[in-house]
């Protein structure tokens, strides 16, 4: 992985939004973003590439390889910290060896699903959406009405 595949995961999330507004959100230096999205710059600071990596939702490690930072990166892979979400080493076992494009693929479409999901169940943003489930309830309990015997 290289400079040139943070630059197509950031244009990938960034999507119309502007390079400043990409920076105020980052939290990083516009100018500092700005010159390596350009590629007059290929490094990137260790504490920007944390920020971009926390805004990308990608592991830190990852992004500090992307622009030369294997030694800070080795570190992070020395500290024994158990992952935040039980799921985020299945996911990296499955990503792994593809491209960054390939990994923002998958990422779409595991959001995509997930949003199908969330809907068809009547949860949203993790909580449950409790109008549709009083809703599922009192259609249950009218088919229960119409139809005793079933």
């Known amino acids: 992985m290289d400079a040139n595949e943070l ?17 105020v959100a980052v939290g990083m ?43 800070i990166a080795d570190l992070f892979a020395a500290v024994d910290v158990p992952a935040s979400n ?14 960054a494009n390939d990994v923002a693929a998958v990422l779409e479409t595991a959001r995509r699903h997930a949003d199908v999901l969330r809907r068809s169940s009547g949860v949203t943003h993790g909580e449950p959406n409790l109008i549709a489930a ?11 009405r119409r139809n005793p015997g079933n």
Request: proline share 2%; aromatic share 4%; net charge positive.
């Open 29 to 71: 230096n516009h100018s500092s973003l700005n010159e390596f999205m350009n590629g007059t710059r290929n490094v990137l600071s260790v504490e920007s590439c944390l920020l971009l990596a926390q805004w990308l939702n990608v592991a830190a490690p990852v992004v500090l390889r992307m622009v030369g930072h294997d030694r």
């Open 134 to 144: 009083a809703g599922a309830r009192e259609n249950a309990g009218e088919r229960r």
């Open 86 to 99: 039980p799921w985020a080493d299945e996911f990296g076992k499955i990503v792994a060896g593809l491209s």
């Open 7 to 23: 630059r197509v995961l950031i244009n990938q999330r960034r999507g119309i939004t502007s390079m400043r507004d990409i920076s």
